[in-house]
C-alpha cells in the first residue's frame, strides 16, 4: 500500500508564493505517477498538475505559468511550487498517486488560502 502526506499550506496574500510538499511511503515502486488536485467550497475537484514515473509533466489551463510540479526521487517526495498566487487558486490541495493495484490515491489535504 502507498500513503501520501501533504504540507506546507497557508495564507499568503496575492501575487505571493508557497510550495507544498508530498512525502511517499509504503510501496513506492509502484507509484506510476503522482499529481495534485484542488478542491474550493462548492466546486469540482480540479486537476493542478501531474507528473509521471519517466518525469512528464502536465498542467491545468488556470495554473499553466505560474505553478511548477517536481519531484526529489531521493527522498520519495513531490513538491509544487506557486507562484504569481490569486485568491481563485484558494482550495484545498490533495496529493495523489497512482499505482496499477488501487488506482488513484488520496492523501487528506492541506489549506491554501490566498487573500490580503
Known amino acids: 500500500q502507498v500513503h501520501v502526506v501533504e504540507s506546507g499550506g497557508g495564507l499568503v496574500q496575492p501575487g505571493g508564493s508557497l510550495r507544498l510538499s508530498c512525502a511517499a511511503s509504503?510501496?513506492?515502486?509502484?507509484?506510476?505517477?503522482m499529481g495534485w488536485y484542488r478542491q474550493a467550497p462548492g466546486k469540482q475537484r480540479e486537476l493542478v498538475a501531474v507528473?509521471?514515473?519517466?518525469?512528464?509533466?502536465n498542467y491545468g489551463d488556470s495554473v499553466k505559468g505560474r505553478f511548477t510540479i517536481s519531484r526529489d526521487n531521493a527522498k520519495n517526495t513531490m513538491y509544487l511550487q506557486m507562484d504569481s498566487l490569486k485568491p481563485e487558486d484558494t482550495a484545498v490541495y490533495l496529493c495523489?498517486?497512482?499505482?496499477?493495484?488501487?488506482?488513484?490515491?488520496w492523501g487528506q489535504g492541506t489549506q491554501v488560502t490566498v487573500s490580503s
Open positions: 495523489s498517486a497512482l499505482t496499477e493495484r488501487s488506482g488513484w490515491l
Open positions: 507528473i509521471t514515473s519517466s518525469g512528464s509533466t
Open positions: 509504503g510501496n513506492i515502486f509502484s507509484i506510476m505517477a
